[in-house]
């Protein structure tokens, strides 16, 4: 083993912008839980010609960066991936390792706890290192308004994934340096048994939303499909993007990809529009970097509303319909 | 002869929290489902299992833990076409997070249906969703498997999966016995025939099983083989010192655009002053 310095891994997932915006995320939370913990950051890299990213996760603020590079890690094989995981962690024993939630690091994760029988927090909100030096996990629970704070006291590593949005990254500083760990690739890994015959980038999914400055969010109190569209009216005239919660995702009112929240997507618009939406904390942990927050609820006390800089107790119908009238005549030209 | 295709669908009873689902048709909240029902996913993973029963011909034991109510949701198993029912069911398992809960469902599987060809599971559960118990089924069992599945066909003992991955659409095979889990993207469940209800709660059986059924040691269940501890829960407030507006939607709207016309109009990138009042 290697001297006792502990080590707070992140796995670098770089497939493609969004994945990498997560990675990156990931290693400014860990360089911050790294100081409180005297610690030193990690990233994990597997790949086909992976240099540029050994490079940015440096520049981002890995200590040090740990790779695998070999043209059979070109595309992402789970059983592959977990299996040099685990060895990887067999040899270096990190305290911590935080993956980030897309759908790789939720099949990735997971599998990966399994092995090493320790606990793992889905969907974190916050991370933090606790008096005894644990990683305080902060995470939806009871699937109410309650957030939990998880601790793994007695198992190594401690394990959680993070949604895309949830940590600021750190501004590149290509001057840093860093030790690169080139691991060959081991030649008795046991065969793969998931294949991946075709892959192709999906047409439909546009990231929009996340970069839209302006985002009208609509819940279940906009009362009926119908209704609903009109949102899409408002949105037109507003160069804005249509999001939704989980209710109206599950009615059908809008396609999946338009849902914001912990099992969707994290957005930071400068205005936010919330129409009909109680505010449960599954839908606002993703919209915390809203700058300016405009909510329409018939229920001044709904969570949503405290949360806002402007709360219109109103029927957000209506609201909607003033909004479009009065934008029609407003916007000239 | 081929042997008969062994599908297991692991369901899970969640409470309903405040999503009901929704009639498509009538735009309804279907209320009687109010009390525990099975979580979504779980019901497109079952769904996923018919269709496969229906084209290929298979027997579908529906497993799930849980206490004595969660019988319910095997009973509406059965009505939609599930042949067995395994409720594992133990008091020492309470408290479980999810290493603790892929050991016993595992456990579950292996002496309930030993040689099973596919397990299919929810992609994730409405109450924890923490989408974990699949994967972690699949280290446990140490078989072959693909979560986030949309699409499943089965070509001899090869099954080929499609799904969206990351912005990736894949396809994928794998060689049987494995595990996938459902989303709920694609097939909707069927609807649960009256008469078929009835006849679950006569007809069919349900096995139980317990931990001592399972020859499980008790310190790998329950909180006790639970890694993860909670050691505090609250409620985020996130109270802003903010503007409440109230009276007729025209009124606040006008107010809301002549007060904030640089934030809104700069972010949304026009100009919403109003020139008719101000000239
Ligand atoms: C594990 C888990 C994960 C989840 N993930 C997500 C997620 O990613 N995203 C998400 O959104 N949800 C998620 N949820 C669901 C979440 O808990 C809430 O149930 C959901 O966000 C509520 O949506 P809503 O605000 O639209 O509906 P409701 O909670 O039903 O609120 C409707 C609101 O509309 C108001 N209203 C009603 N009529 C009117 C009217 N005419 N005019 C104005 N206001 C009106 C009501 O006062 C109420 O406040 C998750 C839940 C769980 C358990
Ligand atoms: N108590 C349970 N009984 C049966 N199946 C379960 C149980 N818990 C989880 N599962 C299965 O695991 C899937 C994912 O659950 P989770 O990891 O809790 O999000 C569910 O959709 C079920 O298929």
Redesign the interface.
Known sequence: MKDSIKEIWVFGDY??Y??NRVTLQLLSRATELAKMLQAKVCAVVFGDQVDEWVNEYIAHGADRVLVIDHPDLKNYK??TY?NLMIRLIGKQRPEIILVGA???G??F???I???L???????CVDLDINDEGLL??TAP???????????????KPQMATVRPGTFQEIPHNYERTGEIVRIPMPADLPKE??????????PQ?SQRIEEA??VICGGRGMG??KKFKKLTELGEL???EIGAT??VV???WIE?DALIG??GKHIK???LFAFGI?G??QH?AAINNAE?I?AVNKN?NA?M???????????AN??C???I???K????G | MMKMLKLVTCIKQ??M???L??D?RT?TLKRNLADGMIN?ACRYALEAALILKNTYGAEITAITMGSDIAEEVLREAFAMGADRGILVSDPKMAGA???AT?LVLSRAVQTACADFDLILCGC?T???????VG??M???LDI?????VDRLELDGRLL?LQR????????????LP?LVTITT?RQAPRYVPLAGLQDAFTDKDISRLSLEDLDLDPELTGAKG???????????????D??????S??K???Q??DQ?DD??G???????????ESQ
Request: proline share 7%.
């Open positions: 497939r493609n969004f994945q789970i059983e977990v897309t759908n790789f939720r099949e994760a997971p599998r706890a399994k092995r029988k320790t606990g793992l927090s889905a969907d305080v996990q629970s009871f699937g109410g308004n309650i957030l939990a704070q998880i601790i793994t006291p007695e198992c048994r998931v294949h991946l015959i075709f892959s192709e980038r999906s999914r400055k302006v009926s499909k507003m160069n804005a989980r209710p599950y009615a059908n999946a912990q099992a618009p400068k205005v109680s449960a904390i606002t300016f405009i001044p969570p509303m405290a949360m806002a800089d402007i709360a219109i107790v109103a029927d209506q609201v319909t003033a909004m009238k009065e934008l005549v407003r916007i000239r | 969640v409470p929290v405040s999503e689902p929704w498509p735009g979504p997070d999810t290493l892929s994730h409405s109450d924890s969703e923490t989408a974990q994967p972690q699949i280290e446990e072959p498997g693909v979560t986030y080929r969206l991955s990351d912005n990736f659409i894949e396809t994928l095979e794998m060689e494995g993207q639970s890694p993860t501890k909670i050691i505090n829960v609250f409620s985020p407030t996130a109270e802003k903010n503007i409440i507006m109230k009276g939607a025209r606040i709207v006008q809301l655009f904030f934030k809104i700069g972010a949304i990138g026009k100009d919403i002053k109003d020139y008719q």
